[in-house]
């Protein structure tokens, strides 16, 4: 440890924030020393990006709030001059796509009239190369930002923010930086925080993935309703206090009714396409097919495919007896099938319509009316219906799902499809970037969805999620299906063991943390 | 960094505060009548209102002799017909995520086929109008295919094709003015029924049913969520090509039944008529989108902001305004209506402290998401 001080560096006391009729924050304090990393967890609504907005100036707080920063000679700065030490990184990292890293670290350098000479190629280069390696990273800094990793990207959103600093007495504040993560990656990133941090920075960490903050945070602070409900060492908490603290309650594992499954609704052999080779699989009424599988073993792809979202190359596909043409995702949802993908934003909602019009969009046929008219009223009322089904809050149908928060969006995503009264529902990552509380209900959305006949396939990176939902996990390694295992033999270390290859008899299980998971292949 | 995050989370300014965990869901309500009314009323929602109230006390007081006089409303209303129905053809487009740039040719390219048509082919009337539209459509069609099946970006395929319609337009016509159409042919655009000439109510019974196929019907919806994000819209079974064809076909007809429509209320086949339409259809469609559906391209806004527009340019041209004016207003209008949707979109935090100093020391109203729970 190189940390020159370990005194407080930010402190941050009396913290309110009120919009008419709500309280968002109440009263928070925030102290950060130096060398220490802080995770910030909370539901969405607890006040964690209302927090994160007072830091960055986004908000003016209530009265009575005061940030300071403490710098190396002692010296206490306030208002913008402490605002200067803060850095921000925000999930969407602020990268330009389509320039290379040595181009994205000179945009925000100060160049006054010399901007205008020619860049010093050779010099720039190291330069950056330097940068990046402090951070452990290596990677080719002269390709275009949109060919690196996420997590290289992530290490060159912070070498950009850290470059410039003249002391040790500055605080990074990370929001929610790993929400498109693989989980290989997000332990790159960790790496590089530690360095951060271990050269005397103080660290603000934001994220609703609770594995994450404990692997990686020193103290732990959890936010509910706006107000502080625990400020502790995260080596006094486990993952399930941690939920238990912001939910306000401890949330029930999904209770696992063994069901009978019905007659095959699904049914694919021979399917090629992506990173799939020939796959065989069968889904019936009922049941909960869960599928996993390390990146790149065509786990994220399966889905896609079968819907016909991407075109498959071979194979066939039979929805309920009747074979479907690839590429044709109009017939696929008129055979009865829906499908969730993993990119929400991009893929799984237009964003800028509101609940209402994302909800009816898939199936609209029993809300016309003569002349083709749409029964507004009609529609309005099963909006209204369903947003009370699945707990959207706030439950106004007429906002756009750009203002939701995430596990909001995913919930009118999943009601669209259950609205269908669908056969067979695919999910792709059903949980991602959704905090805990839209989770359990996103998971009682699904098991009664089985409940009511639909065959549901589930693909995850999420062990943890496959293991509590699924009846039978198929394991998938480099585009063919490795082994089946059914719900009695299913655990979280076995679906990790299988998806590396590791088998059942080949030594101790090395590798239980599912964070650690996908670090062998990498 | 401070501005990117305030960028990036301008948008979710209205999940951050969220819902309290204890209250129940079900208990929203619609904000009281008082409120939605204010919010209708708001300028945000008809600032073109407003700017017609402005524009027409200034005219009215500056040069109210021939401003005020029912002939000079009567021929606004029939001049203005025309650009309004290419504005009103190019919302569809526009709502399908195709910025058509080639509106304005179109326009060219139906004025000048109807022309030829009539005086060198001697077609009769209904057959001239039927190929016209033929015509139209297959630009549409040609579009689509551009963008669809060659998959080159709407942007620089209407771009181009506009440049190969005005080729086309100046093969067909050899660059000359073509004459004789009829007179038969000419009453079309200038006949008149109750005061007003037959274009008016073309362009009123072509805006009824747009606005009902866009706004009431399954097949709008699908329009709106093609424009709004292509992928997803696929996802949902919706066939997003079929819809951008409809699209640019709809288009295409639209703005070839006005391109007839200028034929025939001058009389002539005039090669440059068209390109002329391209500003005002554009500033039209988009400071229309700023008008009720707040922020989406819709058809009474769009007829609304064509009507406004032109009462500004003809106030300028009554009062004497050099010749330039007219392009000076319009070029002004699309800047100010595309900056006003940046505005509603994103709140910055300046934008926040104006509104927080508008609203003052009474209680504030819910505005727009941020406090809306």
């Known amino acids: 440890m190189s940390a020159p001080s370990t005194g407080t560096l930010l402190s941050a006391s009396g913290l309110s924030k009120t919009f008419p009729g709500l309280k968002a924050l109440d009263n928070v304090g925030l102290q950060v020393s130096s060398g220490e990393i802080v995770a910030v967890v909370g539901h969405n609504g607890s006040g964690k990006s209302t927090l994160v907005k007072i830091l960055a100036g986004v908000y003016e707080p209530d009265p009575g709030a005061q940030v300071e920063i403490r710098d190396a000679s002692g010296q206490v700065l306030q208002g913008q001059a402490a605002r200067s030490r803060l850095h921000f990184i925000h999930q969407d990292l602020g990268l330009v796509e389509t320039l290379n890293a040595v181009e994205n670290l000179g945009i925000g350098r100060e160049h006054g009239w010399r901007s205008l000479l020619p860049a010093r190629a050779a010099a720039e280069r190291r330069r950056a190369e330097q940068l990046i390696a402090r951070f452990g990273a290596r990677f080719d800094v002269l390709a275009p930002i949109s060919r690196l990793s996420p997590a290289e990207r992530a290490i060159l959103a912070i070498a950009r923010a850290l470059d410039g600093w003249d002391g040790p007495d500055n605080v990074l504040v990370l929001d929610e930086p790993t929400t498109a993560f693989r989980e290989s990656e997000v332990k790159r990133l960790f790496e590089a925080i530690r360095r951060v941090a271990k050269s005397g920075a103080g660290i603000v960490f934001i994220s609703h993935r609770l594995d994450e903050v404990l692997g990686l945070a020193d103290r732990v602070v959890a936010l509910r309703d706006g107000r502080i409900v625990a400020d502790e060492p995260a080596g006094q908490l486990n993952h399930d206090q941690i939920v238990e603290l912001i939910a306000g309650h401890a949330i029930a594992e999904v209770e696992h009714s063994a069901q009978t499954a019905g007659d095959p609704v699904l049914e694919v052999s021979g399917l090629r396409g992506g990173t799939i080779r020939d796959l065989d699989l069968s889904l019936r009424a009922g049941e909960i097919l869960g599928v996993s599988g390390v990146l790149g073993s065509g786990r994220e792809e399966l889905s896609g495919l079968l819907f016909g979202a ?165 394991v998938l390694q480099q585009g063919r299906l490795a082994c089946e295992l059914p719900r009695d033999s299913l655990s979280e270390e076995r679906l990790v063991r299988e998806e590396l290859g590791l088998g059942i008899n080949n030594g101790r299980p090395s590798v239980g943390q599912a964070n650690s998971k996908e670090s062998e292949i990498d | 960094m401070i501005e990117q995050i305030r960028h990036a989370t301008a948008d979710e300014a209205a999940s951050a505060a969220g819902a309290p965990d204890d209250r129940p869901p079900h208990e929203w309500q619609p904000a009281p009548l008082a409120v939605r009314a204010r919010q209708a009323l708001s300028f945000q929602n008809i600032s073109a209102i407003y700017i017609f109230v402005l524009l027409f006390v200034v005219f009215a007081l500056w040069i109210p002799s021939t401003f005020l006089t029912w002939g000079t409303w009567r021929s606004l209303l029939s001049d203005t017909s025309i650009t309004c129905l290419v504005a009103v053809g190019l919302v569809v487009p526009i709502a399908a995520g195709v910025v058509d740039l080639a509106i304005g040719t179109e326009v060219g390219l139906g004025a000048i086929v109807v022309a030829w048509l009539l005086a060198d082919r001697h077609a009769s009337i209904p057959l001239a109008i039927a190929l016209t539209f033929v015509c139209g459509a297959a630009v549409g069609v040609i579009i689509w295919a551009l963008i669809t099946r060659a998959r080159i970006n709407a942007f620089i395929a209407t771009l181009g094709m506009s440049s190969v319609l005005l080729a086309v337009i100046a093969w067909i016509s050899g660059s000359q003015q073509i004459l004789n159409l009829g007179a038969g042919f000419q009453t079309l655009a200038t006949n008149q029924l109750f005061g007003l000439t037959y274009p008016v109510y073309i362009l009123l019974a072509v805006a009824v049913v747009v606005w009902y196929v866009l706004e009431k019907t399954p097949a709008g919806r699908r329009v709106y969520a093609t424009g709004g994000n292509p992928e997803a819209a696929g996802l949902a079974g919706i066939r997003t090509s079929h819809v951008i064809l409809l699209s640019t076909i709809t288009c295409g007809v639209i703005s070839a039944l006005a391109g007839l429509l200028v034929s025939s209320q001058l009389a002539t086949g005039d090669p440059t008529i068209g390109t002329p339409y391209l500003l005002p259809a554009f500033a039209a469609v988009f400071l229309g989108s700023t008008q009720f559906r707040g922020g989406r391209p819709n058809i009474w806004g769009t007829v609304l902001a064509a009507y406004v527009l032109a009462v500004g340019v003809k106030g300028f041209q009554l009062a004497g305004a050099p010749i330039w004016i007219p392009d000076l207003f319009n070029g002004l209008a699309l800047l100010l209506a595309v900056g006003m949707a940046q505005f509603q979109k994103t709140p910055t935090a300046r934008t926040a402290a104006i509104r927080r100093l508008l609203r003052g020391a009474r209680q504030p109203i819910s505005d727009r998401g941020e406090n809306q729970v």
């Not at chain 1, 075109?311 to 009865?336: C, F, H, K, N, Q």
């Not at chain 1, 219906?385 to 995503?413: I, M």
């Not at chain 1, 695919?426 to 996103?442: C, F, H, R, Y």
């Open chain 1, 310 to 474: 991407i075109r498959r190359d071979g194979g066939t596909v039979t929805l309920s007896r009747r074979p479907l043409s690839p590429g044709d995702m109009s017939a696929a949802i008129e055979g009865g099938m829906g499908f969730v993908p993993a990119d929400r934003r991009r893929m799984g909602a237009v964003i800028d319509m509101n609940v209402r019009e994302n909800l009816t969009l898939p199936f609209m046929r029993p809300l016309r009316r003569r002349f083709g008219r749409l029964d507004g009223h009609a529609e309005r009322a099963e909006t209204h219906r369903w947003t009370r089904t699945v707990g959207l809050r706030p439950p106004d149908p007429e906002r756009p799902l750009r203002l939701l928060s995430g596990g909001n969006q995913q919930k009118v995503v999943l009601a669209k499809w259950l609205r269908t009264e669908p056969r067979v529902l695919l999910l792709d990552e059903p949980s991602q970037g959704v905090d805990v509380g839209a989770k359990a209900t996103i998971y009682e959305l699904i098991v009664g969805a089985r409940e009511a006949g639909t065959g549901v396939l589930i693909c995850s990176s999420e062990t943890k999620e496959l293991v509590s939902l699924c009846d039978r996990v198929l």
